[in-house]
C-alpha cells in the first residue's frame, strides 16, 4: 500500500460526513472524513470506535455528556453508547471501527 494524504483524502470527498474507507487492519475498518460544522443526529454502534481529530475539533454528545476532542485527540466511543455530533465540529476526522458484535 502506497502511503495516503489524508487531508488531500477527506478534501476530495464529495460531501461532509461521508466517509472513505481507507484500510483494514484485521477487522477494524480504517476511515477519513471531513466534518463542516453541522450536527448530527444521534447513533449507536454494537462495536466502539476510535475518533483521531487531525484538525479542528470534534464536539460531541455521548451517553448525554458533552465530549470536546482537540486537534491531534482521540476519544474512545463504548460499544452501545448513543453519541451525537453537536454543532462546530470542524476539520479532519479519522474513525478506526470494529465490525459490530
Known amino acids: 500500500m502506497s502511503p495516503v494524504d489524508l487531508f ?7 460531501d461532509a ?20 460544522g453541522r450536527p448530527l ?3 449507536t454502534h454494537g462495536a466502539p470506535e476510535v475518533l483521531l481529530v487531525l484538525d479542528g475539533r470534534l464536539e460531541l454528545f455521548v451517553a448525554g455528556t458533552a465530549v470536546s476532542v482537540a486537534p491531534g485527540g482521540m476519544y474512545r466511543v463504548p460499544a452501545g453508547a448513543p ?4 454543532p462546530g465540529s470542524h476539520g479532519t476526522l479519522v474513525i478506526v471501527e470494529a465490525p459490530e458484535e
Open 8 to 14: 488531500t483524502t477527506a478534501s476530495a470527498l464529495p
Open 17 to 36: 460526513w461521508s466517509s472513505h474507507l481507507l484500510a483494514r487492519v484485521g477487522t477494524a475498518g480504517v476511515k477519513v472524513l471531513r466534518m463542516d
Open 41 to 43: 443526529p444521534p447513533e
Open 83 to 86: 453519541h451525537a455530533v453537536r
